[in-house]
T-cell receptor, first 113, second 110 residues
């Protein structure tokens, strides 16, 4: 069984640029959630995708968008990057159900200069 | 709005001492609570969930709805317990999102 993987591991961008982060779900999972973790804080929910549809969104602006593909892998896109977008971005996959457990990837660390 | 509070940023104990990591929550519905742990250089992983009522690595946590708390306890700390611990609450109405606390670093000294 393959765990959740994310790419790239690190990324440096400048203000105003766009970035795409990728996540491969754990085998058998149909749901992907994305979280932003700023330094010294707990992860904050960005959004979740279930069967290729957005299934809930946190308090993030529309320049944060996502996709889920038929193989349940996912992308997080951030447009018009701001300095405050510098953070660790975590992807978590799960199988939707009563006792759903989210399994986290190692994260992508984004630095915006 | 839902919120998870972990009042201690750092908890330092000696090996063999009891551990209690505090977690309080605010949520109007019926909560589902979790503890996640992140060991050094490893990814975030589930430690335990309140509905399972299980003990994992000697840790237990009881949901106290009256005090809106879900404290994590272990009677005898071990050095390998040193890690970052996050308490989290699940909200089913918003895509099963997890709301995390800020985390507590547990440091077990020999």
């Amino acid at each position: 069984e393959t765990g959740v993987t994310q790419s790239p591991t690190h990324l440096i961008k400048t203000r105003g640029q766009q970035v795409t982060l990728r996540c491969s779900s754990q085998s058998g999972h149909n749901t992907v959630s994305w979280y932003q973790q700023a330094l010294g804080q707990g992860p904050q929910f960005i959004f979740q995708y279930y069967r290729e549809e957005e299934n809930g969104r946190g308090n993030f602006p529309p320049r944060f968008s996502g996709l889920q593909f038929p193989n349940y892998s996912s992308e997080l896109n951030v447009n018009a990057l701001e300095l405050d977008d510098s953070a660790l971005y975590l992807c978590a996959s799960s199988f939707s159900g009563v006792q759903e457990t989210q399994y986290f990837g190692p994260g992508t660390r984004l630095l915006v200069l | 709005a839902q919120r998870v509070t972990q009042p201690e940023k750092l908890l330092s104990v000696f090996k063999g001492a009891p551990v209690e990591l505090k977690c309080n929550y605010s949520y109007s519905g019926s909560p589902e609570l979790f503890w996640y742990v992140q060991y050094s250089r490893q990814r975030l992983q589930l430690l335990l969930r309140h509905i399972s009522r299980e003990s994992i690595k000697g840790f237990t946590a009881d949901l106290n709805k009256g005090e809106t708390s879900f404290h994590l306890k272990k009677p005898f700390a071990q050095e390998e317990d040193s890690a970052m611990y996050y308490c989290a609450l699940k909200r089913r109405e918003y895509g099963n999102k997890l709301v995390f606390g800020a985390g507590t670093i547990l440091r077990v000294k020999s």
